[in-house]
């Protein structure tokens, strides 16, 4: 529209320059000649500011449209900025909160090892407990059935 605009002041503005710089009231234009009268001027002056005032109009209405065009974009641009800056705050709290969760699973997964090392020693403890009485208790079985052999054997020589 602007380009468009541009033309018709350019097409008006010279109508009106072709107009002034003439002496006469003869025309010379592309080859032909001509020779308006009064009435024939006045049309051909108000066609010409018809175009220019045309001409202008659509050079502001083009404006108009090329600005409005402007600020919407300028505006999506702003939406999308924000909208960018909004996911990357998600994205942000997202990665937070994984991380969070992945801390505490490692620590869940360090206090199970750690639990399952202190049963395992428990156990382990309680297995040495366990055979240290059996053998203990081996020990005295051993020591009583030699005192009762030891017992008896004086007692049949006594006899």
Do not use: C
């Not at 380009?3 to 072709?18: D, E, S």
């Not at 025309?27 to 500011?49: I, K, L, R």
């Amino acid at each position: 529209m602007i380009f468009l605009g541009l033309l018709l002041v350019i097409l008006g503005a010279g109508g009106a320059i072709l107009v002034f710089a003439e002496e006469g009231t003869t025309y010379d234009m592309f080859g032909y000649t001509f020779q308006p009268n009064h009435v024939e001027m006045f049309v051909a002056g108000a066609a010409a500011a018809t175009v220019l005032l045309l001409g202008l109009w659509l050079i502001m209405a083009g404006s108009r449209r090329s600005a409005k065009r402007r600020r919407a974009l300028r505006a999506t641009r702003a939406d999308a900025s924000h909208r960018v800056a909004e996911l990357e705050d998600e994205k942000r709290r997202l990665q937070e909160r994984l991380e969070k969760e992945h801390a505490a699973k490692q620590r869940t997964a360090a206090d199970k090892r750690t639990a399952d090392e202190r049963v395992a020693t428990e156990r382990t403890a309680t297995e040495r407990a366990a055979d240290k009485r059996t053998a203990d208790d081996r020990a005295a079985a051993t020591h009583t059935a030699d005192d009762r052999l030891v017992a008896g054997s004086a007692e049949d020589t006594r006899r």
